[in-house]
């Protein structure tokens, strides 16, 4: 038996998954009462296949920039250190079909990008280290299978 671990993800079997997905990693409640959820958006095949940076780089640019166009309730976007997806972290919105048209809808705008925001060195750490193009490929790869991203697990 594995040991259960302190981070939602390594407790995750990545064997089983089958991406592309957008799955409810974890909800947090603050003392306020304020509501955290956090998604996994996964792109690529858990140890299989991975992003290249620049396009990873850049598809987190306009992810960030573009889906704040559509809710307020975005805390963040954040590449996986794996370079397999994205957490995507929401306030007070659990609405998980409303999720999957938001990041529809961004993805698209990614599409219709014809530069990436805050790549320069000005407003980036990595300005050199960018592709509009590679971001727009791996849109379009996620936007073609959007009738599978509630199927985590494929199909049993």
Known sequence: MVKKMNVESFNLDHTKV???Y???AGVKTG???DVIHKYDVRLKQPNKEHMEMPALHSLEHLMAENIRNHTDQVVDVSPMGCQTGFYLTMINHDNHDEIL????KTLKDVLEADEVPACNEVQCGWAASHS???AKDLASEMLAKRNEWQDV???E
């Open 153 to 155: 697990f494929g199909e």
């Open 18 to 20: 089958r991406a592309p």
């Open 101 to 104: 048209d938001i990041l529809e």
């Open 31 to 33: 003392q306020n009462g």
């Open 22 to 24: 957008v799955r409810l």
């Open 132 to 134: 509009l193009e590679g």
